[in-house]
């Protein structure tokens, strides 16, 4: 596999390293797209003498910052003839954070990393990924989308330039989960867009998994306890690493795209029913997602949203 390239962002801890090791021990051509230089070296070069394979590069990148996402197109494209798997793993949650922040572009942080990078990143990799014989991107959800089966929940798609920063409350959980509800409409248009060009677009549902260090250094000291408590019980990202691994390379996923996959690596279907006993089933089970990511309101709202403020390109 060492012609085969495949790029993971946040390859430097968590689900994100686990993938870049798998990847590198099956011998792909591992590009680790990650912010912090200091930390991803220290990653790299364990990788690189734990799975044997030298083809383990690293480009700077900041997923929020649009710059930083065509400095880094730009160094990749330079550098390698295609792109074969583009693994969408970076994201941010700091947890407990209160304080509504921006990103250079002035979008809210947490869509500028979850949502609004990705679309930029995959529109500027898609002539590299075409040229693929086998091209595949894979976006990493969440369960919090499940929060949408309440009724009553909503993007809220006028506040995400900072509209009403200093009005409105703000919890970067709930735009966490919001961000991944938009990250998934994205990967449903996106695999009708890019369908023409043979780029399979999809999703995994990604469940709880033990935090680095890292992720919970960052933490208030209260989601520090819980973090830690929670990391007794949740399986290692190993787990969810194979997931990465086995939808991106396997021919069992070769004709797959506009899909949710869960842990199981089973296609989660949207909800027949979000009624009753039904909704229970939706909410407590791992088959089904909320049918707000389909609404085609919502879904135009957010492509309209991604596409005007990436006109620059």
């Given at each position: 596999?060492?012609?085969?390239?495949?790029?993971?962002?946040?390859?430097?801890?968590?689900?994100?390293?686990?993938?870049?090791?798998?990847?590198?021990?099956?011998?792909?051509?591992?590009?680790?797209?990650?912010?912090?230089?200091?930390?991803?070296?220290?990653?790299?070069?364990?990788?690189?003498?734990?799975?044997?394979?030298?083809?383990?590069?690293?480009?700077?990148?900041?997923?929020?910052?649009?710059?930083s996402?065509?400095?880094?197109?730009?160094?990749?494209?330079?550098?390698?003839?295609?792109?074969?798997?583009?693994?969408?793993?970076?994201?941010?949650?700091?947890?407990?954070?209160?304080?509504?922040?921006?990103?250079?572009?002035?979008?809210?942080?947490?869509?500028?990393?979850?949502?609004?990078?990705?679309?930029?990143?995959?529109?500027?990799?898609?002539?590299?990924?075409?040229?693929?014989?086998?091209?595949?991107?894979?976006?990493?959800?969440?369960?919090?989308?499940?929060?949408?089966?309440?009724?009553?929940?909503?993007?809220?798609?006028?506040?995400?330039?900072?509209?009403?920063?200093?009005?409105?409350?703000?919890?970067?959980?709930?735009?966490?989960?919001?961000s991944?509800?938009?990250?998934?409409?994205?990967?449903?248009?996106?695999?009708?867009?890019?369908?023409?060009?043979?780029?399979?677009?999809?999703?995994?549902?990604?469940?709880?998994?033990?935090?680095?260090?890292?992720?919970?250094?960052?933490m208030?000291?209260?989601?520090?306890?819980?973090?830690?408590?929670?990391?007794?019980t949740?399986?290692?990202p190993?787990?969810?690493?194979?997931?990465?691994?086995?939808?991106?390379?396997?021919?069992?996923?070769?004709?797959?795209?506009?899909?949710?996959?869960?842990?199981?690596?089973?296609?989660?279907?949207?909800?027949?029913?979000e009624?009753?006993?039904?909704?229970?089933?939706?909410?407590?089970?791992?088959?089904?997602?909320?049918?707000?990511?389909?609404?085609?309101?919502?879904?135009?709202?957010?492509?309209?949203?991604?596409?005007?403020?990436?006109?620059?390109?």
């Amino acid at each position: 596999m060492n012609d085969k390239i495949v790029v993971i962002t946040g390859a430097n801890s968590g689900i994100g390293k686990s993938a870049a090791m798998k990847f590198a021990t099956e011998g792909y051509r591992v590009i680790m797209a990650c912010r912090n230089m200091e930390i991803s070296k220290t990653v790299q070069r364990a990788i690189i003498e734990t799975s044997k394979n030298k083809d383990v590069d690293l480009i700077e990148l900041d997923v929020s910052s649009f710059d930083s996402i065509r400095t880094f197109c730009a160094a990749f494209k330079a550098k390698y003839p295609r792109l074969d798997i583009l693994i969408h793993n970076a994201a941010y949650l700091n947890y407990g954070e209160k304080a509504y922040t921006l990103s250079p572009e002035q979008i809210e942080l947490t869509f500028a990393t979850n949502t609004f990078g990705p679309f930029l990143m995959t529109r500027i990799l898609a002539d590299h990924l075409a040229k693929s014989q086998d091209p595949r991107v894979l976006n990493a959800c969440t369960t919090n989308i499940k929060h949408f089966f309440n009724p009553k929940r909503k993007i809220d798609f006028d506040n995400l330039l900072g509209e009403y920063r200093d009005t409105k409350p703000f919890s970067v959980y709930k735009m966490y989960g919001d961000s991944k509800m938009a990250l998934l409409m994205l990967t449903f248009k996106m695999a009708e867009q890019f369908k023409s060009q043979g780029i399979k677009v999809n999703a995994l549902q990604i469940n709880r998994v033990k935090l680095s260090k890292e992720t919970i250094r960052k933490m208030s000291p209260g989601w520090k306890v819980l973090a830690w408590a929670q990391n007794l019980t949740n399986p290692m990202p190993a787990g969810m690493a194979d997931n990465y691994y086995h939808i991106s390379t396997s021919d069992e996923y070769t004709h797959a795209t506009g899909q949710l996959f869960n842990h199981k690596r089973e296609i989660v279907r949207q909800a027949a029913s979000e009624k009753g006993f039904t909704q229970l089933k939706n909410i407590f089970g791992s088959g089904s997602y909320p049918s707000y990511a389909t609404d085609p309101y919502n879904v135009e709202k957010i492509w309209s949203m991604c596409t005007s403020l990436a006109a620059g390109d």
